[in-house]
């Protein structure tokens, strides 16, 4: 997909040219999706479309896919999820910053943070309300946050290790002095 000023991200154009793709369509969204399925004009009719995008290019996959044309999809993703274990060292923006990642796919995403200090606990909360306002997705975070975001200060990195192995988060990020030892 193009950015706003119809730009092709030029990692995207990288990986294409190490993978040797000789074609390449700057489109996104929805209407891609149908021009992919159906093929126009100027984008050639594909038979597999794998890959993220919103709500809506989520539905349009599923709805291309129904179609009766010659076309798979991937799994239609669920709700998304983050769950970050964080210690004192982790720094609160970084934290907010991984919350927000998920928390911005839709109203039904999850982002909890489990830490082990009060005092980070207040500014990651802090640093999430900072973050919010210049992002385009901010209505659909606060959405998520207000159903489905929580902070959780636990006793020990023990009892958050046990707390997210009973979740089984879809992300998982941790933000503590020893990560490879949790």
Known sequence: PPAK?????????????????????????????????????????VYKLFGPGSIYVVAAKIWAASAGLPL?????????????????????AFVAAD??????????????????SERLAHEVAAAVLEQIPPLPTAAR???ALERYGMILILEDLDACVRFTNDYAPEHLALSVNEPWRW
């Open 5 to 45: 000023d119809g730009s092709v991200n030029p990692y995207i154009l990288v990986m294409a040219d190490l993978l040797k793709v000789n074609e390449l369509y700057r489109v996104g969204g929805a209407q891609a999706i149908a021009a992919m399925a159906f093929g126009t004009e100027t984008v050639p009719q």
């Open 72 to 92: 798979a999809i991937d799994c239609p993703p669920g709700p998304s999820e983050v769950l970050v274990i964080a210690d004192d060292t982790a720094p609160a």
């Open 99 to 116: 919350l927000l990642s998920q928390a911005e796919h839709g109203e039904d995403s999850a982002a909890i943070l489990l830490t082990t």
């Open 141 to 143: 975070i606060r959405a």
